[in-house]
């Protein structure tokens, strides 16, 4: 047990978003968990070219300006996923704007892109060295014409990105989610590989965009649709969900607005990763969040379709500890089912019909 593991039950007495702000206190002084030693062979994986010395990554929203990103790969994770950033800084919606759901595992956020802009995070990016960081653009709430946000972004952060993100899935800034409509990816898709061309000439970022779990089936249809013919890189899925299972105990919190994650989350997004991997027949590499809080649950994503997989609120619940377990435990199921590698792994259910 590390000392931020001890620190858990102090930071769970204190309201959601001050604990949060504390943490990152706390992880720029050091004082974050160090995992030392390199990770078991088989977690090794290589997708989009680059080298992820494992396959677990902490998912969008922890590190909304790019400020902790050493300290949280020295938690043992394979990758940090930073943002969402907007191109102006902006202060997100009132407070309280978190709320723990903990008998469902679960949190509600309304947070509504609160981030200190791009120039604070390009400053950040531009000081760091070693490791896989995915860029996870917003748009401003104020703003009129979304593309040029998504591009502004990509001009100024691409250079620092191992991968870029077009996050058109949280449900807390209005009318977001609209963009995953197809005129309006195409739109985003197209201005941010003309913006990422124009600035990284030689070494071109992935582009990924990041879905709800909330779409219809002719919505994914749609986004995969666009993703082929537009030559996207990668689908992240998935964001919060804006839906309210009935299974919730904390019934007294459901009511709140905002994107709900954590354990209510993982069928569903881990069912429409299932289908985003059918339609795509395994050709686009899929990033599977949602739900995550064990090794099992990160194999039953890597099954599904997902060559890589981030967490975010299975953190704030067992604190960062769970990393290494994760990755302990994922490398037991592999080999238990005689998987040699993660890529052989990737999709695994789709062959076996299981
Ligand atoms: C407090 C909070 C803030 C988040 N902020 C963002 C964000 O800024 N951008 C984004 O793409 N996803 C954001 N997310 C969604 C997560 O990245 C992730 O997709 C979702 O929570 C499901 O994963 P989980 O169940 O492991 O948390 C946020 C989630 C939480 C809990």
Not at 196 to 224: F, G, M, W
Not at 274 to 283: A, P, S
Request: aromatic fraction near 6%; proline fraction near 7%; charged fraction near 25%.
């Amino acid at each position: 047990m590390s000392l931020s593991d001890f620190a858990l039950p102090f930071l769970r007495c204190l309201n959601p978003e001050t604990a949060h702000n504390l943490t990152l206190k706390a992880l720029k002084m050091g004082f974050g968990p160090k995992e030392f030693s390199g990770d078991d062979r088989i977690l090794h994986t290589r997708v989009w070219d680059l080298n992820f010395p494992n396959p677990v990554g902490l998912s969008a929203g922890f590190d909304k300006n790019a400020e902790v990103i050493d300290p949280m790969l020295e938690t043992g994770l394979g990758f940090v996923e930073v943002g969402s950033i907007t191109p102006r800084p902006q202060p997100g919606n009132p407070k309280p704007r978190i709320f723990r759901l903990p008998k469902d595992g679960a949190v509600i956020n309304r947070l509504g892109f609160n981030n200190k802009g791009i120039d604070y995070a390009a400053h950040n990016l531009s000081r760091h060295r070693n490791g896989i960081v995915g860029v996870n653009l917003g748009k401003n709430k104020d703003s009129e014409d979304a593309a040029e946000d998504y591009a502004k972004g990509t001009l100024k952060l691409a250079p620092y990105a191992g991968y870029l993100v077009i996050n058109v899935s949280s449900p807390n800034t209005p009318g977001l989610r609209a963009l995953q409509g197809k005129d309006d990816l195409i739109v985003l898709v197209e201005a941010v590989k003309g913006a990422r061309a124009s600035v990284c000439p030689d070494r071109k970022p992935p582009i990924l965009v990041k879905i709800a779990p909330d779409l219809t089936d002719a919505d994914v249809q749609d986004i995969v649709a666009v993703a082929q013919t537009t030559d996207v890189d990668g689908l992240i899925v998935s964001n919060t969900t804006i839906a309210r299972p009935d299974s919730l105990k904390e019934q007294d919190k459901a009511g709140e607005t905002g994107g709900l994650s954590g354990l209510p989350v993982f069928g569903p997004s881990t069912e429409m990763l299932r289908q985003v991997y059918q339609l795509t027949e395994g050709n686009i590499p899929l990033i599977g969040v949602g739900g995550i809080a064990s090794g099992h649950d990160a194999y039953l994503k890597i099954r599904a379709g997902a060559s890589l997989v981030q967490l975010y609120t299975a953190l704030i619940y067992h604190g960062p500890s769970l990393i290494p377990r994760i990755k302990r435990e994922l490398a037991e199921f592999l080999r238990r089912d005689g998987f040699a590698s993660i890529m052989e792994a990737v999709g695994a259910d789709h062959r076996e019909g299981a």
